[in-house]
Nanobody, 128 residues
Framework: LQVVESGGGLVRPGESRRLSCLAS????????VGWFRQAPGKEREGVSC????????KYANSVKGRFTISRDNAKNTVYLQMNTLKPEDAAVYYC??????????????????????WGQGTQVTVSS
């Protein structure tokens, strides 16, 4: 499975943005998908993940209540809706996929970034 991110750009603090992660290949329904980000000078961190059916989602504490992950298996796409963006949300955002069963999305896999198929990333800049 290959994944490609899109939707990044320049936004003002307080605004919203939706990122998309489009997968190509066979069996998207069997893959858990995660979003990760890396800000300049910082390590990459897990933002959110969603399990195969979309019934389980996890979020980093820093984005809880502001970001929402969802998926449309018919379109092979996972979305990350980002609301009330802050300057500290600015980063390159990556999506990644891993086949690991319906319970693969967890705080553990998100923290350890245990995903095998990574995209190239999309830049989100938050600035006034």
């Amino acid at each position: 499975l290959q994944v490609v991110e899109s939707g990044g750009g320049l936004v003002r603090p307080g605004e919203s943005r939706r990122l998309s992660c489009l997968a190509s290949g066979v069996g998207f329904d069997y893959y858990t998908v995660g979003w990760f980000r890396q800000a300049p000078g910082k390590e990459r961190e897990g933002v959110s993940c969603i399990n195969t059916s979309g019934g389980t989602t996890k979020y980093a504490n820093s984005v809880k209540g502001r970001f929402t992950i969802s998926r449309d298996n018919a379109k092979n796409t996972v979305y990350l809706q980002m609301n009330t963006l802050k300057p500290e949300d600015a980063a390159v955002y990556y999506c990644a996929a891993q086949a690991g069963g319906p319970d693969y999305c967890s705080e553990y896999t998100l923290y350890h970034q245990s995903f095998g198929s990574w995209g190239q990333g999309t830049q989100v800049t938050v600035s006034s």
